[in-house]
């Protein structure tokens, strides 16, 4: 083969496999399995997704009361659930163009390595969006606020979380089949470890924590994220159960086409989804200062 036969075949097999629907599946699982997040979710309202501004219902049952029987005199009360909606009004994409010569001289799958940055991508902005649900806490489950926050130190961060366990378990959110979990980020990790009354992940036995979690401590699953980024000097640390956000999202489309302005592939993806906070009581946060 000529070389100028052999350069022409390496520069014509670019993106011709690339099969959407199997691409969409892979990037769907592998979006399942690292963000911080979605291990401290509940995707129980997901349903069918499919265009930005689909909604799911969410029927929340009722509170039924207990009464005292005198004789065989019984009331009947009225049940009245209430209904919120879930709103996938979250819509993001990612679009990369793939030059031929680029594609010929790799010498790794470029697709996957593209794609894999693509879910990296994806990942941050989701996290940021779900850590965000702290706005919705109830305002009894806070420890520290935006005028008063708490100010790191190594001796006294743990009575501290101490306090943010407690205000899960006085709003009834803990259980036995409901472990609560903690997110921090980096720079209150730091000052974590060195907590005596930390427990590392190696050392918390015949017990299974959520994948990525660093340890225990006041009862509560330690997870990082580099996501939790600072407003302002404060820091809103997140805590709660997975019965406190319903999560739903859908990577609606994956798409390859040909740039006819080119010698080059195109690559699009759009990515939808929404959450809300469906029972504000099991979640709480603490305000923490961020160190000078």
């Not at 690292?34 to 979710?41: G, T």
């Not at 969410?58 to 209904?83: F, R």
């Not at 879930?86 to 163009?97: C, P, R, Y």
């Not at 390595?113 to 806490?137: C, F, P, W």
Request: some cysteine.
């Amino acid at each position: 083969m000529s070389e100028t036969s052999q350069t022409s075949t390496e520069y014509s097999h670019t993106y011709g496999a690339f099969i959407p629907e199997v691409w969409s599946q892979k990037l769907n699982t592998m979006l399942e399995k690292d963000c911080v997040m979605l291990q401290c979710v509940n995707r129980n309202y997901e349903g069918d997704i499919k265009n930005q501004g689909d909604k799911v219902k969410i029927i929340t049952p009722a509170k039924v009361s207990v009464s005292t029987l005198s004789g065989d005199d019984i009331t009947y009360e009225k049940l009245t659930p209430t209904s919120d909606n879930l709103v996938i009004d979250q819509k993001k994409f990612f679009a990369f163009k793939i030059d031929d010569v680029a594609q010929a001289q790799a010498n790794t799958d470029i697709m996957e390595a593209h794609l894999r940055n693509a879910k990296k991508a994806i990942e941050e902005v989701q996290d940021s969006y779900l850590l965000g649900q702290h706005a919705y806490t109830d305002t009894n489950n806070a420890v520290g606020s935006d005028s008063s926050p708490i100010t790191l130190a190594k001796d006294t961060i743990y009575s501290n979380f101490v306090k943010l366990a407690l205000c899960l378990k006085n709003s009834n959110a803990v259980s036995s089949d409901k472990r609560p979990w903690v997110v921090i980020n980096p720079t209150i990790e730091s000052y974590l470890l060195q907590s005596t009354e930390f427990i590392n992940a190696h050392n918390v036995a015949d017990e299974t924590l959520r994948e990525g979690a660093i340890g225990r401590i006041a009862g509560m699953d330690v997870l990082v994220s580099t996501n939790l980024v600072a407003t302002g000097t404060n820091y809103y640390v997140l805590a709660g159960t997975n019965d406190a956000i319903t999560f739903a999202s859908q990577l609606s489309k994956i798409e390859s086409l040909r740039d006819k302005d080119s010698f080059s592939d195109l690559v699009r993806g759009l990515y939808l989804y929404g959450a809300k906070t469906v029972q504000p009581k099991a979640l709480a946060k603490m305000v923490v200062k961020v160190p000078v």
